[in-house]
């Protein structure tokens, strides 16, 4: 198979994650889709890694999902104190910092 | 003999500034007072037997001793040196610089006795840091350290009019003071600058050879010695400058003597000297120099003849023998104008002096409350007759060669119309100092046992005095008798009074009788013309005769005599309207000129500053809607903003 449907996969998924995060008011819906968006990421790297045969794609790869754990991690973390604190985790109720 | 001349300078000059540093750091010394005086005084000592070590190695050396170390180092060369450039002229000057320092310094012992502690130390330490300014400036070997030295010595001064600080009266003559003089040194940095800009130096030496050997281009030269004599007619009280001079008498007379008579005014006489050769290469400035000087001298003897104040008497005469100093200078012969600089230094310390002594007896600074006092302190009374005839020009007294010599040497360059000026003037000089002497000294009382009485009235614990009189009899010294006997004053005063006397004495007979170093100081004398000394002579003769008449004998009634002179007599009580004129351009001009710029700052300036900050204001309020606080908005803008840029990518580039 060519280059092209690994692209088209990856615009697909990262279009449907960016769709997430613009429209789910949960934070935990805004980070599943951040999630997807990563992974779109990698799949071009990986695809692209093969496509042109450097190694460099790969070992980016795995440094882009242990980034993500962490991060998803990180972001969890984070969604559980602000509920501790605001007893909501809806987004559009999260706007302390308007003008 | 291997003495060196420039050590010895060096000594003279630092002398005074460890004793300012001690007494300026050692504060709980200082508050002493007497010892602090006496150390002080010490050290004035010490630097005048240096400084006349110095002068007699000097006076017979064949090159002047410079002696420096780098100041202000740039990469190529250092632009300014600082130390001590030691020649006849500057150690002569430090000689009479340290000598009025000392015997001022151990005056002030006695007249400063009811001063409390801490002041008499602040004002030693005020005279020490003077002494020290003064004598840098006269060993300056470059303008930059001469600059900076003139504006301490003017520092110097304006504090120690300002001693009695509680009397408004004061506080006003030392700023009016500063600032007039500041007004003239502008001028004399500007100056200095132009110079550097011209020449590439600082140091006097080298610009001397430069003058010299016609390196210097003329073009532009006037504009540079003009700023330079602008300085000089600030300190050295030229007009219109003149004005801060008498009323810097608010000073103590010690002060006055020291700072306003024998050295800080004559410093612009001296700066001229020391650069005469850069003014003979403008010839139109000397000119200026000379017309300002005779005019000068012949407006402040008018004023003298007319003030009831024993030390303005004095102030306007230092003006006026300023302006014969400057007038010789402007004739071309600076040595003239050195060799008066030297006398009058002297003799009007020895005057100034001897009028302290006076005030500290009489109790009050106006002529009417004196009189008779000759026969209370005949030896007051004495020396204060050699320093008048002194300064009347009287043969073997100590003014009369260096009068002569000013008179010849402008008698000699054709300047005529000074000429008769000066010759007016040393008529009047000697008639208002006889004035002065016959009034204090001599005929009746006026109204001694009036003021006594009063004086003892209001001012019986004498400390009190300072901060509470400020009308305009202000009882100076803070002596005032519970009798009217008035008496010679403390041995402390009376030796500098005898020193003083004796030196000019000595140097009056020497120049008179062309013996030691005058008879090679003798050169532009020998041109003037044969009738020139007994015209001068005559003159003053007359003035003494006059005087005499009037307030003596009262052949003349002083009344008719003033109203002789009517409508100059009226001005001459105005001060002819200068003081008015200054206050009126204060008033009008400046003030005038501040409330316009304070209006454009106020509403132009400010305006438009205030204008854009509100607009920045009012924009923020507008825009600070699309802050919304959500999360997605800002998605939605970054989304927005990648997509706006993809499209410029495709569409532009």
């Known amino acids: ?99 | 003999m291997m003495a060196n001349s420039g050590a010895l300078a060096l000594i003279a000059w630092l002398l005074p500034i460890f004793s300012f540093l001690v007494l300026a750091i050692v504060f709980p010394f200082r508050r002493l007072g007497r010892p602090a005086a006496w150390f002080s005084t010490l050290c004035a000592a010490g630097a005048f037997a240096s400084a006349v070590l110095a002068w007699r190695i000097q006076s017979v050396a064949a090159h002047p001793v410079h002696l420096v170390w780098p100041w202000l180092p740039t990469a190529g060369k250092t632009i300014a040196d600082v130390g001590v450039l030691v020649d006849a002229q500057s150690t002569i000057m430090l000689c009479l610089v340290s000598l009025v320092a000392f015997l001022v310094q151990f005056y002030s012992v006695g007249y400063l006795h009811d001063e409390p502690a801490p002041a008499l130390g602040r004002y030693y330490a005020y005279q020490s840091l003077f002494a020290f300014s003064m004598m840098g400036l006269a060993l300056a070997p470059n303008l930059l350290q001469l600059f900076m030295c003139w504006e301490l010595v003017g520092l110097c001064s304006y504090l120690l009019i300002g001693f009695w600080y509680q009397r408004p009266s004061a506080a006003r003559a030392a700023v009016k003071a500063f600032w007039i003089t500041k007004a003239g040194d502008v001028g004399m940095l500007v100056g200095i600058v132009m110079l550097y800009r011209l020449a590439g130096t600082f140091d006097i030496t080298e610009l001397h050879s430069m003058a010299a050997s016609n390196a210097l281009p003329l073009a532009g030269l006037s504009i540079i010695t003009f700023c330079l004599y602008l300085g000089a007619m600030g300190k050295s009280a030229q007009f219109p400058f003149h004005v801060w001079l008498p009323d810097a008498m608010e000073g103590p007379t010690p002060v006055s003597a020291l700072i306003h008579a024998a050295t800080m005014v004559t410093a612009g006489v001296y700066l001229l000297v020391r650069t005469d050769w850069l003014f003979a290469l403008t010839p139109n400035v000397l000119l200026i120099v000379a017309w300002i000087g005779a005019f000068t001298a012949l407006l402040a003897a008018v004023l003298a003849c007319v003030q009831d104040d024993i030390k303005r008497v004095l102030a306007y005469s230092t003006v006026s023998q300023l302006g014969y100093m400057m007038t010789a200078i402007g004739a071309g012969v600076a040595s003239a104008g050195f060799l008066h600089l030297l006398t009058h230094g002297l003799f009007k310390a020895l005057l100034f002096l001897g009028a302290g002594a006076v005030i500290h007896a009489v109790g009050s600074n106006d002529l009417p409350n004196m009189g008779g006092l000759a026969r209370r302190m005949p030896q007051t009374a004495l020396v204060f007759i050699i320093g008048t005839l002194s300064l009347a020009g009287i043969p073997i007294f100590g003014g009369y060669v260096s009068k002569e010599e000013i008179l010849g040497a402008v008698w000699g360059a054709h300047l005529t119309g000074p000429f008769l000026l000066l010759m007016l003037v040393a008529g009047l000089t000697a008639f208002y100092m006889f004035r002065v002497v016959f009034l204090a000294f001599f005929g009746t009382p006026a109204r001694v046992a009036a003021v006594a009485h009063a004086g003892a009235g209001h001012t019986t614990p004498p400390r009190v005095a300072h901060a509470a009189l400020h009308n305009e009899a202000v009882v100076e010294g803070a002596h005032v008798n519970e009798t009217p006997h008035a008496h010679e004053p403390p041995a402390t005063m009376l030796l500098p009074l005898w020193v003083l006397a004796v030196g000019t004495m000595v140097v009056g007979v020497m120049s008179t009788f062309h013996l030691g170093d005058f008879a090679a100081a003798e050169t532009a004398g020998e041109t003037a013309p044969g009738w020139l000394t007994p015209t001068a002579v005559g003159v003053a003769l007359a003035g003494i005769a006059l005087a005499w008449a009037t307030y003596q004998t009262r052949a003349i009634n002083p009344e008719s005599l003033a109203n002789a002179f009517g409508p100059i007599r009226a001005a001459a009580l105005r001060k002819f309207w200068i003081d008015d004129i200054f206050e009126g351009i204060y008033s009008f001009v400046l003030l005038g000129f501040s409330r316009i710029v304070g209006w454009i700052d106020r509403y132009l300036v400010d305006g438009v500053l205030n204008l854009l900050s509100d607009w920045t204001v009012q924009a923020g309020d507008e825009l600070r809607g699309i802050q919304t606080g959500k999360p997605q908005d800002y998605v939605y803008g970054i989304g927005a903003g990648v997509l706006v840029l993809i499209l410029l990518m495709r569409l532009v580039f």
């Open chain 1, 1 to 99: 198979m060519g280059l092209e449907p690994y692209l088209f996969l990856s615009a697909t998924v990262f279009c449907i994650g960016l769709f997430g995060v613009m429209t789910r008011r949960n934070t935990i819906g805004i980070l599943l889709g951040i999630e997807l968006m990563m992974n779109a990421v990698n799949i071009n790297l990986v695809a692209f890694a093969r496509y042109t045969a450097m190694a460099a794609g790969f070992v980016f790869t795995v440094f882009t999902i242990c980034i993500t754990v962490t991060e998803a991690a990180l972001g969890l973390a984070i969604v559980i104190l602000l509920f501790r604190v605001r007893r909501t985790v809806m987004a559009d109720h999260l706007d302390l910092l308007k003008g």
